[in-house]
C-alpha cells in the first residue's frame, strides 16, 4: 500500500556538519522542472553518467531548496540559497552525497511497507515450497568376526 501524505509541505534535511536544507516535497512537477532545466537538457550526448547525476542533481536542488541554515560566505556571514550558492554547497561531495541519499534518492524509490502479497510459490522466495526430500541411509549391516 502506498501512503499519501495529502498534507504535504517543506521540510528540512539534516546534511551533517551543521547543515540543513528547507525542502519542498519531491513532487513529479519539480522532477519534470528540473529535468527540463537548461544545463541538463544542453548536455552533450556523450556525457559520463556521473556527471548527468551531478548536473541533475544541483538542477533539482536549484528549485527545491527554499532555505537553509549552516552555510556562510567567506567571512562566516549568513549566505541566502541563491542557485549559485546552492551549485556550490553541492560542490563539497559529503554534502552532495548527502543530499542525494536524504533527498533525492527518497523520492526516485517507493518504500516498499508491507503490501499483503503473498511470497511467490516459486523461486527462492520464502514462500517457496521444499522440493528436496531427505533419503534415509541404510542402518549398518554388522559385520561378520
Known sequence: MIRLDLN?????LDLGHG???????LTTALMAAARAD??????PEDTPDETRAIVFAKAIARRAVIDWSG??????????????????????Y?????????????????????N?????????SAGATDTA?????????ARPD
Open 133 to 141: 526430500r531427505a533419503v534415509k541411509k541404510p542402518a549398518p549391516t
Open 71 to 92: 552555510i556562510g560566505d567567506e567571512e562566516g556571514e549568513p549566505l541566502a540559497p541563491t542557485p549559485k550558492a546552492i551549485d556550490a554547497l553541492l560542490d563539497i
Open 94 to 114: 559529503p554534502l552532495f552525497e548527502a543530499f542525494q541519499l536524504g533527498y533525492v534518492a527518497k523520492g526516485l524509490v517507493l518504500d516498499q511497507e508491507k
Open 19 to 25: 547543515v540543513r536544507l528547507k525542502l519542498l516535497p
Open 116 to 124: 499483503g502479497s503473498l511470497p511467490l510459490p516459486s523461486g527462492t
Open 38 to 43: 537548461d544545463t541538463v537538457e544542453n548536455l
Open 8 to 12: 504535504a509541505g517543506p521540510d528540512w
